[in-house]
């Protein structure tokens, strides 16, 4: 049986650096760079090993247009790049992005250790476009309970244990950060969908740029976009809308493929244009 990526179910550890790439000549590379970053998970797990007792974990997350050019066309049915939702004065925003790596670990020196692999792997390939340290928010997250229609759809056996993750952004004073992420769980509620979607919350607190970080696990791309038009709509002018903390707020999809299909693209499945559900690591 699939087993999702290492960095989805459990929660984050206490260091968590994301980054986001956009791939240069991207129908040109996109293989190449597909070889290496599934590769990303297994050397985070290897380094784990080398430096026990600290943990680390990584996630990769794949957009559209890299996953469907890497992959030659073969995507999750319910996959669909994010695209703008507006709503009175309140919007989110597309943003670009093709692969996303989230580390979190016991160590910071591991997680930079790590990261300059990627670099040196991805070199002249990719343009870094997003870069945060993250703080964790565990108050906010503590009462989640990992649903269990994140997953893609059972007959979709060759995606099985993936899920698609919509990163994102919201850059604000720091003040609104509780009242803009219960509004979300108040609504998931109220609409049923708690069982589909699983939130993680983080903290952006850095000297340029002060906000929160989601990360939206879910099923059904379609239901999610509708889901987050409500909310805008529903917290206009309450929480999106306010005077002194007016929101930026952007946003990208990822396909985030079990640790199984990862392992098999690993062994040969991108040359071949195959998905094997294979194992190379134990977790």
């Known amino acids: 049986m699939a087993r999702p990526q290492s960095g989805i179910v459990p929660p984050p550890l206490y260091h968590n650096r994301i980054q986001v790439f956009e791939i240069l000549d991207l129908p040109m590379t996109s293989m190449t760079v597909g070889q290496f970053s599934v590769m990303i998970p297994g050397l985070g797990h290897q380094l784990a090993q080398s430096n026990s007792p600290e943990e680390m974990r990584v996630t990769v997350g794949f957009g559209f247009m890299f996953w469907t050019l890497a992959w030659h066309g073969m995507t999750p049915r319910l996959f669909k790049p994010f695209e703008t939702l507006e ?3 309140n919007e989110i925003i597309e943003v670009e992005g093709d692969l996303l790596v989230h580390y979190t670990s016991s160590s910071q020196k591991l997680i930079e250790e790590l990261i300059q692999k990627v670099e040196n792997n991805l070199k002249g390939l990719v343009d870094l476009v997003v870069d945060h340290e993250l703080h964790w ?18 007959d979709e056996a060759e995606f099985s244990k993936g899920t698609f993750m919509l990163h994102l952004e919201m850059e604000h004073h720091h003040k609104f950060s509780k009242p803009l992420v219960h509004s979300l769980y108040s609504l998931l509620e109220a609409r049923e969908m708690s069982d589909r979607v699983m939130i ?3 903290d952006i607190n850095e000297d340029e740029k002060k906000g929160t970080y989601l990360q939206l696990f879910h099923q059904n791309s379609d239901k999610l976009d ?3 038009e409500d909310w805008l709509e529903q917290d206009q002018p309450h929480v999106l809308g306010i005077g002194e903390g ?6 990208i999809r990822f396909f985030v493929p079990s640790l199984d299909v990862l392992t098999g693209l690993r062994q040969g499945g991108i040359r071949m244009n195959r998905f094997s ?3 190379q690591w134990k977790e």
């Open 87 to 89: 709503s009175g004065d």
């Open 137 to 154: 928010d565990k108050q906010l997250d503590a009462d989640q309970k990992i649903p269990g229609d994140i997953w893609v759809s059972n």
């Open 200 to 202: 993680r919350v983080m």
């Open 226 to 228: 509708a889901f987050l």
């Open 246 to 251: 007016e929101i930026s707020v952007r946003a």
């Open 277 to 279: 559900q294979t194992r």
